[in-house]
């Protein structure tokens, strides 16, 4: 079975993270063959995107979302490797300025959206102003509730011209994200990775779980669904995000354009 119809988020189906193993590996086992097919994915990539270049009719935008330390920064350096930088830009998603405060939540991420021929990654995105603003009860239910549907009618809106989107939750356990941020304090050189607000969001983790999962369910859609990435082990978080990936940019199997002249006719002098 493709690992994209494995790990997609049925549209329209109550979730519960709870049902979803973070240690799941789909069958593959670490190193040999797992590594080869990474490896492959990211080589396919290159190509695949040169061609969505060359054709500029349609957008790929990648989106990152977890927990603290789920690995939406490993993905990235991982994952878009081999990507051609001239057709690929990352985009991290921080607490809004006052200048982005100032207009709605979407006027910052709609700015950031890939133009045809690109590949756009988000590492965060509008689902932290359900997430995060959620938790922190930053505005008021009413405006927070109403935000579900205003992202499923941007993201439409996005799907029906040219952009389509990938929607990754790296799934991690508790257990796990305690032995990454320790990690974090231990390790001299990835100690600029953790503040001590980080230990404080841990605090909220069954908050956070329950807003993820409203996330899920109510906006995996079926032009624009979400994937429940296991990523406890992240080799294969980098195997199954690479794989969707390259399923879907086969989908959109983008095409070189054909010379609008008379090749033959041209001579080089
Ligand atoms: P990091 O990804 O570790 O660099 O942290 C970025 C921080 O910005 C996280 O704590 C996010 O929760 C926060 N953040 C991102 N978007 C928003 C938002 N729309 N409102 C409030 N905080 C946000
Ligand atoms: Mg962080």
Redesign the pocket.
């Known amino acids: 079975m493709k690992l994209g119809k494995r790990f997609m988020v049925k549209p329209h189906t109550r979730l519960r993270l709870g049902e979803f193993d973070p240690d799941d590996t789909a069958g593959f086992e670490k190193g040999g063959e797992a590594h080869a097919r990474l490896e492959k994915n990211i080589s396919r990539m290159e190509d695949l995107q040169y061609r969505l270049y060359a054709e500029s009719r349609h957008a790929l935008l990648i989106i990152l979302q977890g927990m603290?330390a789920s690995g939406?920064d490993g993905t990235v350096r991982h994952v878009m490797s081999g990507l051609n930088p001239q057709g690929c830009r990352v985009t991290?998603?921080?607490?809004?300025s006052a200048e982005e405060a100032s207009h709605d939540?979407l006027w910052r991420i709609h700015q950031a959206v890939p133009a045809h021929g690109q590949i756009g990654i988000f590492?965060?995105s509008h689902y932290?102003?359900v997430?995060?603003?959620r938790v922190h009860q930053?505005v008021p239910k009413s405006v927070w509730s109403a935000r579900y549907d205003q992202i499923n009618a941007f993201e439409k809106l996005l799907d029906e011209n040219g952009v389509t989107i990938l929607k990754f939750f790296l799934h991690i356990s508790k257990e796990e994200q305690k032995e990454r941020l320790e990690e974090r304090l231990q390790d001299s050189a990835r100690n600029w990775k953790i503040s001590p607000?980080d230990l404080k969001?841990r605090e909220h983790w069954d908050d956070y779980v329950k807003a993820y999962e409203t996330v899920l369910s109510r906006c995996s859609t079926s032009a624009v669904p979400w994937y429940v990435i296991p990523s406890n082990k992240k080799w294969f978080r980098n195997l199954a995000v690479s794989q969707i990936i390259v399923e879907t940019l086969e989908q959109m199997n983008p095409k070189i354009p054909k010379a609008t002249f008379d090749i033959s006719k041209l001579r080089v002098r």
């Open positions: 603290d939406k991290s998603f921080k607490v809004p939540f590492n965060r932290e102003d997430l995060v603003v930053l607000a969001e």
